[in-house]
């Protein structure tokens, strides 16, 4: 096989594609702009470049000046940083920025206004000038390590390691769901009674209102993985995100299941019920209409269970919702994609 090159013989070829490489990725709208209205200039005269583009006659001539100190190229009319070469540095005492430090180390992390308070008795004891809260901010940002401490814990082997932070993804800030099944949110409500506990897993979707609840003996992730499974056969839609609090019950398989089928797991700020305010919301309904005049039940969540059963029916089938215009939930979906909704086919003996 022989591989020929197109540009063989070509003179000037090499430049003008280095040129056109320069020109399209690396030269600035901006600088092209600067070289379009130099070539004007010299075609129109200054006078008619001044009226056709705004641009001063000082401006025109440093453009000029830059573009022949770069041998004419596009890449001299780029913009530069124009902070000065020379700045000011900050000086202060060694004895206030130790304070600071220590404070930091004393009470991990404390904030530039916080620390402004703690500082101001010692620069007075000291006489020393007692720098304001962004300077406090500053000085801590100078610092090579943020004057940060980080909480550590010890391994079998006797090694010390920094105890880093799980990151959890969050529900976004203003997100309203605008479909079905756009996300899906989860809560666990506990009971007692008669020193035994016992729990209601609830689901709502936070676009239809449609719900779904369960009891159990259980608060382990795997009683939450069995209750999403029921949920994901008995909702007509397939879930996008999954909207919990930080419960253990939502983390190991739980997790791991949402992992599995690809699901964006969202997990709610500590102490933030807003959050997840649409199946809180639903957690008191069942409470009210359901769970106060079955509460003796809850010791057998099987029993619980048949009763709740019938009453989720007329919950999603029947009973009218503010939020969707006294409409039932299966009303909603109904109207919303009629097509794609499963719910209330006959049932088929095999």
Request: one cysteine or more; hydrophobic letters at 35%; glycine letters at 4%.
């Amino acid at each position: 096989m022989q591989i020929h090159d197109f540009s063989y013989r070509i003179r000037g070829f090499a430049k003008l594609a280095d040129y056109a490489i320069r020109w399209e990725a690396m030269v600035s709208e901006k600088a092209k702009h600067k070289a379009r209205v130099l070539s004007f200039w010299a075609k129109h005269g200054l006078k008619a470049t001044e009226e056709a583009f705004g641009v001063g006659r000082r401006t025109l001539y440093y453009w000029r000046e830059q573009l022949m100190k770069g041998d004419g190229k596009v890449e001299a009319l780029e913009e530069h940083s124009k902070a000065p070469h020379r700045r000011r540095r900050r000086s202060w005492p060694r004895e206030v920025t130790c304070e600071i430090r220590r404070l930091r180390t004393l009470r991990p992390n404390l904030g530039k206004d916080k620390l402004h308070v703690a500082l101001k008795p010692f620069c007075e004891a000291k006489r020393l000038a007692c720098p304001k809260p962004a300077t406090i901010g500053r000085i801590i940002a100078a610092a090579s390590d943020k004057m940060r401490t980080v909480p550590m814990k010890v391994r079998p082997n006797g090694q010390r390691v920094e105890r880093k932070k799980t990151h959890r993804a969050r529900k976004p800030k203003g997100f309203v769901a605008s479909a079905p099944g756009q996300c899906g949110a989860f809560d666990t409500v506990e009971y007692f009674l008669d020193g035994l506990r016992r729990y209601v897993i609830t689901f709502t979707d936070l676009n239809s209102r449609f719900s779904f609840a369960w009891a159990t003996k259980s608060h382990g992730s795997e009683a939450a993985k069995e209750f999403f499974n029921i949920v994901t056969e008995v909702f007509p839609y397939p879930l996008e995100h999954v909207l919990t609090d930080n419960g253990s019950e939502f983390m190991k398989h739980f997790d791991q299941e949402l992992r599995r089928l690809h699901y964006t797991h969202w997990r709610t700020y500590p102490k933030t019920p807003k959050m997840n305010a649409h199946v809180e919301r639903f957690n008191r309904t069942i409470q009210e209409e359901f769970v106060d005049y079955h509460e003796d039940l809850l010791l057998d969540p099987q029993a619980f269970n048949r009763e709740l059963i019938p009453w989720l029916l007329w919950y999603n089938g029947e009973r009218p919702h503010w939020g969707l215009k006294l409409k039932s939930p299966i009303q909603f979906l109904m109207e919303q994609k009629p097509k794609e909704c499963k719910m209330w086919w006959t049932n088929t003996r095999l």
